[in-house]
């Protein structure tokens, strides 16, 4: 059977590079794009583009038929930052969309779903250094408890009617193709363009507030590692730990530094101090390498060097 793939969310921080890399390895015609916006020039070239409101379920099981997609990853979502401003549209998004495509794949319509989760389904009561896959969880945000629901709900789906839908724990992306929008840990990728365009950068977190991230090749690498395991080797059909470094706002200024020697870091914590204070500091991914072979390529050095020389560059 021929294989075509539906990315919701296309233009965003992970889908334009997931869109991407989908269509590198099948051919851009079997990766169809989806927004409610238009994305970058490269995205919007190499393949099938929609203009798609994953929250109405008519126009995306229309989608879903007329280019007979048997795959779909949904990556729209509204994420923390902005999530505690409109908690009642983060929560309709977040959720809406979900339950969307798992009743598609319930109802046979696709055979195969990818979800994303996040470092937000743990909260203050959660064990904090290598926070185990299963732990104490109690989310604190609106983005946090619309992630761990969903998690319940793709394992229900699983265990109730058999769907195939699998998941990831996304620590902080880093990425220098596209801006991530509206998240907590996104200061890790402004850093670098204030550190190219200003040698300065004002930090919304406080110097020692260290989290969990991962460079976006390591993550698209998972995602398409796991999407293309057998299924019974997965174990985890709620979301898997997934880790490659943390560290904190000064931790990643000193390694600017050997780069661009002026550089200058400030801090103003607002709001999102709170949020990044009741998350992980770091992750235990035991599972995802046992299960699934995961091992990340990217540390923090290594990043730094990727995106420095290619936002000078690009
Ligand atoms: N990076 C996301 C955020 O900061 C977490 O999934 O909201």
């Known amino acids: 059977m021929q294989k075509y793939i539906l990315i919701i969310g296309a233009c965003g921080q992970i889908g334009t590079e997931l869109t991407l890399a989908l269509r590198q390895m099948h051919g851009g015609a079997h990766v169809i794009a989806s927004d409610i916006r238009e994305g970058s020039e490269n995205l919007m070239e190499t393949g099938p583009f929609e203009i798609l409101d994953a929250t109405d379920y008519d126009a995306l099981e229309e989608v879903i038929a007329y280019y007979e997609i048997n795959e779909v990853y949904l990556m729209a979502a509204m994420l923390s930052a902005t999530a505690e401003k409109f908690p009642m549209r983060a929560w309709n998004l977040n959720m809406n969309t979900l339950f969307n495509v798992l009743n598609l794949a319930k109802d046979k319509k696709i055979d195969k779903v990818f979800w994303p989760s996040s470092i937000a389904v743990f909260g203050p009561n959660t064990p904090e250094n290598s926070t185990p896959q299963n732990t104490i969880m109690e989310p604190t945000t609106v983005y946090g408890i ?28 880093i990425s220098w193709k596209t801006m991530p929008g509206g998240g907590t840990t996104d200061y890790a990728v402004e850093i670098y363009h204030k550190a190219l365009s200003e040698q300065k950068y004002t930090c919304f977190l406080e110097a020692d507030t260290e989290l969990p991230m991962m460079f976006m090749d390591d993550a698209i690498r998972a995602t398409l590692e796991l999407m293309n395991t057998e299924p019974e080797n997965i174990k985890i059909r709620s979301s898997y730990n997934l880790a490659a470094m943390s560290f904190n706002p000064a931790q990643i200024a000193e ?49 730094t060097e990727e995106m420095l020389n290619n936002l000078a560059t690009n």
């Open 146 to 173: 619309s992630k761990q629901s969903g998690e319940r709900w793709c394992n229900y789906y699983h265990n109730k009617y058999g769907v195939d839908v699998r998941s990831i724990r996304y620590p902080g992306l």
């Open 255 to 303: 390694i600017i530094k050997k780069y661009i020697k002026d550089f200058e870091i400030s801090y103003e914590p607002d709001f999102r101090q709170a949020i990044a204070d009741t998350w992980p500091n770091s992750i235990d991914d035991s599972q995802a390498q046992n299960d699934w072979g995961w091992k990340p390529k990217f540390d923090l050095e290594k990043t």
